[in-house]
């Protein structure tokens, strides 16, 4: 059965949207095969997490919000979860999110260097899944 990696970044636990999102990933019958709160990400991991981003100037306020506040990291599965859970979030840019994602619900706009602060993370395609459950579990 497929698998993804997704989180829930510190905007989505400090707002109160856990349960919301465990929800949706539960109403769309996905398997939660694994779940952990983590209380302070490491930069580092967050650099490897984030690698082909780690040089673009936008970046630093990406590191310093992913380790601002509690996320909580997961495994789910089930039939073309890589696909349906980037459907199921949205648009990176919350501008452009669709109402019904996660992202076009519940995710704030930016200002101007500011960290897009997009309420969850998925991976975006079988080989992003397989590197990042390998680098979170
Ligand atoms: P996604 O999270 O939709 O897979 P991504 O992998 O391109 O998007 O970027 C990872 C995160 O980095 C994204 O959720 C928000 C932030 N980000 C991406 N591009 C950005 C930009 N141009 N300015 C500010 N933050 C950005
Ligand atoms: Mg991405």
Do not use: C
């Not at 990176?92 to 309420?119: H, M, W, Y």
């Amino acid at each position: 059965m497929e698998q993804t990696f997704f989180i829930i970044k510190p905007d989505g636990v400090k707002r109160g949207l856990v349960g919301e999102v465990l929800k949706r990933i539960e109403q769309r019958g996905f398997t939660i095969e694994k779940l952990e709160l983590r209380s302070q990400l490491s930069e580092e991991l967050v650099d490897q997490h984030y690698q082909d981003l780690v040089g673009q100037s936008f970046y630093p306020p990406i590191r310093e919000f992913m380790t601002s506040g509690p996320v909580l990291v997961g495994i789910i599965s089930g039939p073309k979860v890589i696909e349906t859970w980037r459907t199921m979030m949205g648009a990176t840019r919350p501008e452009e999110a669709l109402s019904g994602t996660i992202r076009g619900d519940f995710a704030k706009a930016a200002g101007k260097n500011q960290a897009i602060q997009n309420v969850v993370h998925g991976s975006d395609s079988e080989e992003s899944a397989k590197r990042e459950i390998a680098l979170w579990f």
